[in-house]
């Protein structure tokens, strides 16, 4: 088999479509399972939809969500940078090559300049359609004499280069999802090669660097599927040696819609915001339309570059659920170093202004305290503000019915008024002394069990369930404990 070589080629608009991301991770791993090498290049030939800082926010995705490529399109030290031997990379800065090759598919009769009018092309769209025809270039152009055409060009007429697509012909490839695919060039349009503003389009640029660039594997999503025919074709005009093509199900959401911006997100930039970890997004991406052959869920990278194939690439559509996603993502928050979650954290507890800089700067331990004692709860990383919120009040209220009746319940003031006469003889409650802190209510007060424990936690956190009652004490320390229980007792006993 020849080298693996795959790539990544995405137009810069904008953002990384959690799609996008899965195309690039699949070629990533095939690459590495194959020990291949990946390359990033950028279709910019589009330039109606060019949005500043584009590439470097795709890049920065990328790099976050781990996957690495070996050559192409860089950001270091905040500035764009190519790195390898095919390059360039970026497709705007290749225009020459592009016009080279559209010279000799001209020359060898593949291809022709094409006049028609931005007019005369609507009306023609408008009359197949009130027809019921699929719009069609009708090849108004294909048999002007090439001196012809030179001269009006000369004259400084406006023109495109069109593909110059055979009658009847049957262009047959192989897909390694899809199987055998055959349509016939009657059923394809002339497709437009170079545009009239000297840049190609995509499917020009796209089989020139492809060859160029030595791909041997083309790995993208099955939106492309209808074009491949087109470029099929012009590897054969060029006499060039076909990749093996590989066509993905689309990421589809619940209703078995593509995931579109209008439904929320979709961006991997709105998955990191939301505070899901790399590895979780990523590890549930790979699930989208794959699966290992033992159906393990929870793969870190290394598994997934030695279990992936093609083979258990599914043809359907491949569901995007948010539920396993986030459980996923659990499995990762559960399993990091709770320095990487108080990290990740701490932005979220400054935009909810539970704490400012100044705290997180003075607090580790508190925080690397409060934050393991939720690590569990947490699907992501974001929700850990809901969740501590409890902890900075100076009072809680108890809504909850369970936690109510247990407020009223016997005993409760005894044990309450106990806390507090014990409080009062420590300067401090640190962890050795809060771990035997009930045992010492057990004993002033001679309550056992529930009776003991639960009007304890409903007093301090407002609810029966909930975290890890020691780092509660040590958490809200002395003062806040006695206020806590002053209020629960004004209010509810
Ligand atoms: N530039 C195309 C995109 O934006 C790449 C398609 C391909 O991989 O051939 O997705």
Known sequence: MKDVRVRF??????????????TALYNYLFARNNGGKFVLRIEDTDQTRFVEGAIENLIKALHWSG???????????????????????????????????????IDKGHAYYCFCSKERLDSLREEQKIKGLVPKYDGFCRNIPLDEAKERIAKGEEYVVRLKLPHDYDIKFHDMVRGDIVINTDDIDDQVLLKSDGFPTYHMAVVVDDHLMEISHIVRGEEWLPSTPKHVYLYEAFGWEKPT????????????????????????????????????????????????????????????????????????????DKDKLDWVNSHYI???????????????????????????????NWLNLMVKTVQE????????????????????????????????GEHVSTVL?????????????????????????????????????????????????????VNVLVLLGKENIIKRIKYVKEKYI
Not at 285 to 299: F, H, K, R, T, Y
Not at 381 to 402: A, M, N, Q, R, T
């Open 377 to 408: 709860s947490l699907d992501i990383v974001g929700e850990i503000s809901e969740k501590v919120e409890f902890l900075f009040k100076d009072s809680v209220d108890i809504e909850e019915e369970d936690a109510l009746e247990i407020i009223k």
């Open 417 to 469: 008024d106990a806390i507090v006469d014990e409080l009062n003889t420590v300067e401090q409650v640190d962890e050795d002394y809060a771990k035997g802190f009930m045992k010492l209510i057990q004993k002033a007060t001679g309550v056992k069990g529930k009776n003991l424990f639960m009007p304890a936690r409903v007093a301090l956190t407002g609810m029966a369930h909930g975290p890890e009652f």
């Open 245 to 320: 093509y590989v066509h993905l199900p689309t990421v589809l959401n619940k209703d078995r819609k593509k995931l579109s911006k209008r439904q929320g997100d979709v961006s991997v930039e709105d998955f990191k915001a939301k505070g899901y970890l790399p590895e979780g997004l990523v590890n549930y991406l790979a699930l989208v339309g794959w699966s290992p052959e033992d159906n393990q869920e929870i793969l870190s990278m290394e598994d997934l570059v030695e279990k992936f194939s093609f083979e258990r690439v599914s043809k359907t559509g491949g569901i995007f």
């Open 67 to 105: 996957v690495k490529y070996d050559e192409g399109v860089f950001v270091e030290d905040g500035k764009v940078v190519q790195r390898g031997e095919y390059g360039p990379y970026i497709q705007s800065e290749r225009l020459d090559i592009y016009r080279k090759y559209v010279d000799e598919l």
């Open 334 to 364: 559960r399993t990091s170093p709770v320095e990487r979650i108080t990290e990740l954290a701490i932005p979220y507890l400054i935009d909810a202004e539970l704490i400012d800089e100044k705290f997180a700067e003075e607090n580790p």
């Open 9 to 22: 080629a995405p137009s810069p608009t904008g953002y990384l479509h959690i799609g996008g991301l899965r």
